[in-house]
């Protein structure tokens, strides 16, 4: 399967370097501190944070310095295109956890909520590909959306390359499984730096740059999507109160 | 049981280190330990030893029904066991999360690579195809498991032999060893894993990390390349954000290590094929050795003097057979010379050591003085072939109790830093420094009760200071000494 036609164009009619469309909405639900849906194309996402709260379960996990990330990744069983038995807990769901967590710490200060836990529960209603990179961008929505305090964006993106030689960003699902490889980053997109890195299948370590290049460069794009929807919903939540906008 | 707990003193020492590079072990910040390869009597099963770290790998087929999605290819099971013998913290039982990453980055990295030929494991499409399981054991566990995981398993895959099997019209016959050689599994390619472990503080980067130094570090950087210099997996965790930059160099010297792993293994698999052409087949016999340390928790400590002005005194100590007292301060360390004559050398002021006679020119030059600046850490010191003589851990590995204990004499100025790894094992360095006062003499003691020999239940610690001098007065005389000094004998003699 071509995954570029011969004007250049790929499965679903992108060009190699752009994004899927992005939708988001922040403060869906009423329960949880903070909320977020996202679609990525296809991809649909609910984030929900929960938190900072005590501890919640054994004490002894409490950090004297920091608050506990505690991330759930979970899809949804009508998610996939053949019903997924186990909505959780299976080896790629745990993965996907610790790589949630680990990408969140990186940005949440923590060392402002010793001995609390945060909650952050990531619900994937729609898999087209780009899991991931769609529960990294709804979970800082969703903890915009409560309120605690981020360094920066967390922002993640998928890339890969087609024929060998094109790079194409953000991958939809039959890319993923056609073979290709496929590079997924977390980054913080202002200050450039990575903090998760996943590659599967292979490719030669010359494409590297590339692909990595390309992948940082739609985390920055996407940052700037997120931007806009964050400053718009706190411009309506706080319109009865005249809140002002600074346009960086 | 909970991981114990890291020590300030102890991660301090390390990054400390780290920022004058140098590592605990000695090795050069780039510098990967010894690779071992062994093969068990049969065929797909093999054994890595990546320093400290050993895994075990066996490779094993059944005939099952393929994945619908792929009903022409064979089906690939990888399974990763954190064996609680490998680290008092793993626990039998649910997989851990380490346990899950560590199984997932494998997988990753064998099966999505796409590694093995799976379609020629197929007997009948749809029906029947082999389905080989991979289960890796971590025997020991000294860090860096996912490399010495990945060879482990990529090492078994290729020498793993597989029933030879005839399709005719319906029937399947699956033959014999006896009837019909086995069959090899095509591996296109050899994606092994080098991982790295990031200090942000220290703003280094380490290759092929020891398990402390993965405690203290920040974030770990995983490749998977194959000799060909493609990149098969990637992995990057932890809490330290790297840059670009940083990812591509590590990259390219990871491919660098890659080749030279995949020659490795390639020799080990074709000696091992050579000695079971030959008739030779020896199983893992030949990798324990039976003249060395198994069950401690580290081969060897080592210490390299730097300073001029230690090695003078050092040469000063051993022509003396009576030693000049020691300043001691504060800290604890203490050393044992292990040897066939045992003989303790009070040093004054409840420190002591208990020094080999015949090596006690090897044991006096790790007796150091830290000049006045604060430049001496501990390196590895090569051209003292006497390390595994020089410091062992005696008895068990916990600390305290039962050794003797002599206060640290470390005239360090910066005491802390020096106060490294000694919680779990006795390692400990006497450190002796250059009078500045105190000249009482040392009496050589014939032999010393240790506590736990005795009724009496005295527990020694360096922070017994006050209490140290009069529980060596009393301990002194007793005629029991001698006692345990054969005890001792029995545990220098296994030793070795």
Known sequence: MDLISDQGLRLDGRRPNELRKIRCKLGVFNQPDGSAYLEQGNTKVLAAVYGPHEIRGSRTKALHDQALINCQYSMATFSTGERKRRPRGDRKSIEMSIHLRQALQAVIKTELYARSQIDIFVEVLQADGGNYCTCVNAATLALIDAGIPITEYMVACTASLANGETPLVDISHLEETSGGPNLTVAAMPMSGQIVLLEMSQRFHLDHLDKVMKHALRGCQEIKAVLDKAVRDHVASAGAACNWEFKTD | ?496
Not at chain 2, 144 to 155: K, R, W, Y
Not at chain 2, 305 to 332: C, H, Y
Not at chain 2, 396 to 406: G, P, R, T
């Open chain 2, 1 to 496: 049981m909970k991981e114990s707990a890291l020590s300030k003193n102890e991660r301090t020492f390390i990054l400390s280190a780290l920022s004058e590079n140098r590592r605990l072990d000695g090795r050069a910040l780039d510098e990967f330990r010894d690779l071992n390869i062994h093969f068990g009597s049969d065929w797909g099963c093999c054994l890595v030893a990546l320093g400290g770290t050993k895994v075990i790998a066996q490779v094993s087929c059944e005939v099952q029904q393929p994945k619908s999605t792929r009903p022409n290819e064979g089906l690939l099971l990888l399974f990763v066991e954190l064996s609680p013998m490998a680290a008092p913290h793993f626990d039998s039982g649910r997989q851990t999360e380490l346990a899950v990453q560590l199984n997932r980055l494998l997988e990753k990295c064998i099966k999505d690579s796409r590694c093995l030929d799976l379609e020629s494991l197929c007997i009948a499409a749809e029906e029947k195809v082999w389905a080989l399981r991979v289960d890796i054991t971590v025997l020991n566990h000294e860090g860096n498991m996912v490399d010495a995981a990945s060879i482990a398993a990529l090492t078994a895959l290729s020498h793993f032999r597989r029933p030879d099997v005839t399709t005719t019209g319906d029937q399947i016959i699956i033959h014999a060893p006896g009837e019909r050689d086995l069959l090899a599994i095509t591996v296109h390619h050899y994606p092994v894993c080098v991982s790295y472990a990031i200090f942000r503080r220290a703003n280094c980067i380490l290759a092929d990390p020891s398990a402390i130094e993965e405690r203290v570090s920040d974030g770990g950087l995983t490749f998977g390349v194959n000799a060909c210099r493609e990149l098969c997996t990637l992995h990057l965790g932890g809490h330290a954000p790297v840059t670009a930059q940083v990812v591509l160099q590590f990259a390219s010297r990871a491919a660098a290590r890659a080749a030279e792993v995949v020659n490795k293994m390639k020799e080990a698999l074709r000696k091992d094929l050579d000695n079971r052409i030959s008739g030779n087949i020896t199983g893992f016999k030949e990798c324990i050795e039976v003249n060395s340390r198994l069950s401690l928790e580290k081969d060897n400590f080592c210490v390299q003097l730097n300073s001029q002005g230690i090695k003078d005194g050092v040469k000063r100590i051993t022509e003396k057979t009576e030693v000049e007292g020691v300043r001691n301060n504060e800290g604890e360390s203490q050393r044992e010379g292990f040897v066939d004559q045992h003989v303790v050398v009070l040093l004054g002021k409840g420190s002591a050591e208990l020094i080999n006679r015949k090596q006690k020119t090897v044991q006096s030059e790790r007796n150091y003085r830290l000049p006045e600046n604060e430049d001496s850490d501990e390196n590895d010191d090569g051209d003292d072939d006497d390390d595994d003589d020089g410091d062992n851990e005696v008895s068990s590995s916990e600390s305290s109790s039962s050794e003797l204990i002599s206060e640290s004499s470390k005239s360090f100025k910066g005491s802390e830093d020096m106060d490294e790894a000694l919680t779990d094992s006795e390692k400990e360095v006497a450190v002796e420094s250059q009078k500045l006062g105190h000249s009482s003499s040392m009496n050589i003691v014939k032999g010393i009760e240790l506590s736990g020999d005795s009724d009496e239940n005295v527990t020694l610690s360096g922070l017994d200071k006050n209490h140290s001098e009069n529980v060596w007065a009393n301990q002194q005389p007793k005629s029991e000494s001698e006692e345990s000094n054969e005890s001792r004998q029995w545990y220098a003699d296994s030793m070795w």
